[in-house]
């Protein structure tokens, strides 16, 4: 009979890590955290540590770059500099990017050392299956054989030479699709950590008796915790959409309206679970309109709109809809002494991560009968 016992072991890619904002990620602190109690075992190639490394500095030069361009655009400001107050606009601190990539490696080092993280050499690997791979556009590689792929693959290769030594299953966590067919009968590529680690947290809270106090918990508080999530996010996008000046070079004059529709958590996962409490990871499908009012001075010159005050501007309504699975996360807080919990929406960044202009249809540009 095949074990119902979850797997425990997880080998990360460079793309999680990247995805979870580097160390920055509740998801990783939570595999971490089951790592250093010995629930997971977490496994990375040294091609892997290295990659982060080297995407934590690339990632940290172009924010350099555009903290260059704040400070360019703060320096035309002058009015505000006949107040006190705002002086600490001018004196922004100087990036020192050498001294953080450092920082960052000696917290990477840290992190791993406390989640204790095994890092598998690659050294010495032969380098004929990799080519076959390479030839055969097999997984990493695509049709267009992309060169890039290699130390993928390496470290792919790496932890099936390794995992099938020991006959041991693992999950690869990787946001990488081209890892999506990859063949291997002992790593196994996945993208939802938190399913995983809630399989987990409930295999150990059924044991103990919280799993039906934090189930408890949630369906009792669910529609405030829908509601306070709904509130959040409305903000989010309210401020997101008010700051945007411009969408493929036409300006916009302003926000006319937004709405955030039917807000419902879809599923949850329990991400961690203490003594004291434990941390849910709730996903909604999320469907929301903005409506923008655009100013065209580029296609319409000859209009004149004399009621909004401009001559030769023609103002167009841009209606944009968008559907997503948002993650937020809740804190359910025991009380062992009287056996009951209380669950709150966590203070995270989540959901101010999510790109709300990076999916939606253009189609409806400078259409105004479209405007729902």
């Avoid at 360019?72 to 006949?82: G, H, S, Y």
């Avoid at 990017?97 to 917290?107: N, P, T, V």
């Avoid at 938190?194 to 799993?211: F, P, Q, T, V």
């Avoid at 008010?242 to 070079?249: D, L, M, N, Q, Y």
Wanted: glycine share 4%; with cysteine.
């Amino acid at each position: 009979m095949k074990s119902t016992e979850p797997i425990r072991l997880f080998a990360l890619d460079t793309s999680f890590v990247e995805s979870q904002n580097f160390l920055g990620g509740k998801l990783l602190k939570n595999l971490g955290d089951l790592g250093k109690e010995k629930q997971v075992k977490i496994y990375i190639t040294d091609i892997v540590y290295r990659e982060v490394l080297s995407r934590f500095a690339k990632r940290l030069l172009e924010e350099e770059n555009k903290i260059i361009t704040v400070k360019k655009t703060i320096a035309q400001i002058r009015v505000l500099k006949n107040f006190k107050d705002y002086e600490a606009y001018f004196t922004l601190p100087e990036l020192d990017r050498a001294k953080l990539i450092d920082q960052f490696k000696k917290d990477f080092d840290e992190w791993i050392s406390y989640a204790e993280v095994k890092i598998l050499p690659t050294k010495g690997l032969t380098i004929e299956k990799v080519m076959n791979d390479y030839f055969e556009s097999n997984p990493p590689f695509a049709s267009a054989k992309k060169k890039n792929e290699f130390p993928d693959a390496f470290s792919f290769y790496a932890l099936d030479q390794y995992f099938k030594i020991g006959k041991k299953e693992c999950f690869f966590v990787t946001f990488d699709t081209d890892f999506d067919n990859a063949l291997s009968n002992y790593v196994k590529p996945i993208n939802d950590i938190a399913e995983k680690l809630d399989l987990i947290n409930r295999a150990n809270e059924n044991r103990s008796g919280i799993l039906k106090l934090i189930e408890d918990t949630y369906a009792s508080s669910k529609s405030k915790l829908e509601h306070d999530a709904k509130i959040r996010f409305s903000n989010y996008l309210e401020d997101v959409a008010s700051a945007k000046t411009e969408i493929r070079g036409i300006a916009i004059d302003h926000l006319e309206s937004f709405e955030v529709s039917d807000f419902k958590f879809d599923r949850y996962n329990i991400v961690s679970t203490g003594g004291f409490g434990a941390q849910l990871q709730c996903t909604a499908i999320v469907q929301y309109t903005v409506t923008l009012i655009l100013k065209d001075e580029i296609h319409t010159p000859h209009l004149s709109k004399n009621e909004f005050g401009y001559i030769g501007v023609e103002y167009s309504p841009y209606v944009m809809e968008a559907e997503k699975a948002i993650n937020f996360y809740v804190t359910v807080d025991f009380n062992l002494g009287t056996g009951k919990a209380n669950a709150k929406l966590t203070d995270a960044v989540s959901p101010t991560g999510i790109d709300i202009f990076d999916d939606w249809d253009y189609d409806l540009l400078f259409n105004p009968s479209k405007v729902r």
